[in-house]
């Protein structure tokens, strides 16, 4: 593991308010989620578990906003911003919780959808390790 490539820049801290855009990809790139037809993404079960627990990691972390996103055949695009200051209205009397960085967020989703797919479509389902990002250098306003 010496000589491995560092997916992450060094020093930063991947849990500030920032937006960031990320990519990750089937093990093999396998078309596990569906197809493309005229230009339209035609999501199948497994696709359709991959867009359910992507709403599901929206709805768990309040903090974390889903500006864009896409599920492609083989691979997921999306821009994730953590904002750090909450709408007062949605979460009055409640206790804030520790921001998780973006490699854990990636890694819940990763987890729950894994474990569905194999569950209900798929056993052999598996994402290719880590992910792409680009961090999108504008915080939020």
């Known amino acids: 593991m010496k000589n491995r ?7 930063f801290d991947y849990s500030r ?8 990809n089937t093990q093999n790139r396998v078309k596990y989620f569906g197809e493309i037809s005229k230009q339209e993404m035609i ?3 497994t696709g359709q578990i991959v867009l359910e627990q992507w709403q599901w990691l929206l709805n768990q972390y309040p903090y974390l906003i889903a500006d864009s996103f896409v599920i492609m ?10 904002k750090t200051s909450f ?9 804030h919780p520790k921001i998780k960085s973006i490699s854990e967020l990636v890694g819940a989703f990763k987890t ?13 389902f598996s994402w290719q390790r ?3 990002d680009k961090i999108i250098q504008t915080p939020l306003e």
């Open 17 to 24: 308010e920032r937006s960031y855009f990320i990519t990750f």
């Open 43 to 45: 999501l199948n079960a």
């Open 87 to 95: 709408n007062k209205k949605k979460d009055e009397g409640v206790n």
């Open 112 to 124: 729950t959808s894994s474990k569905r797919i194999r569950l209900e479509t798929n056993p052999n």
């Open 130 to 132: 880590s992910f792409h």
């Open 73 to 82: 055949p083989e691979h997921f695009h999306a821009i994730m911003s953590i």
């Open 5 to 11: 490539k560092l997916n992450r820049l060094p020093d």
